[in-house]
Nanobody, 124 residues
Framework: VQLVESGGNFVRAGESLRLSCVAS????????IGWFRQAPGKEREGVAW????????DYADSVKGRFTISSDIPKNAVYLQMNNLKPSDTAVYYC??????????????????WGQGTQVTVSS
């Protein structure tokens, strides 16, 4: 499995971004996808998770109501729509893949394959 993220940018608070993750050698029927982020000096944090195999989605409390994870199966892509961005959302965002099913979709230990990350910077 190979994962490539894109869409990171420098934005102002309140603006929106959509991150993309395109997967190769990947099957939504047997793999789950998660979005994670890591800010300088902080631990990696699970942001959102999608399991097409089990029809499940979950979000971190810090992004519920603002972020939306979705998938485009024909394109082997997963997106993270981020609205009403805050300076606290500033981080490198990673997508990751795991063999389904995972026990905790927001736990990084569940994931085997990782993308290279894309930087999101939100100014106040």
């Amino acid at each position: 499995v190979q994962l490539v993220e894109s869409g990171g940018n420098f934005v102002r608070a309140g603006e929106s971004l959509r991150l993309s993750c395109v997967a190769s050698e990947f099957n939504f029927g047997t793999h789950d996808i998660g979005w994670f982020r890591q800010a300088p000096g902080k631990e990696r944090e699970g942001v959102a998770w999608i399991s097409e195999a089990d029809n499940l989605i979950d979000y971190a409390d810090s992004v519920k109501g603002r972020f939306t994870i979705s998938s485009d199966i024909p394109k082997n892509a997963v997106y993270l729509q981020m609205n009403n961005l805050k300076p606290s959302d500033t981080a490198v965002y990673y997508c990751a893949a795991a063999v389904a099913p995972v026990k905790n979709g927001l736990a990084s230990r569940e994931y085997k394959w990782w993308g290279q990350g894309t930087q999101v910077t939100v100014s106040s």
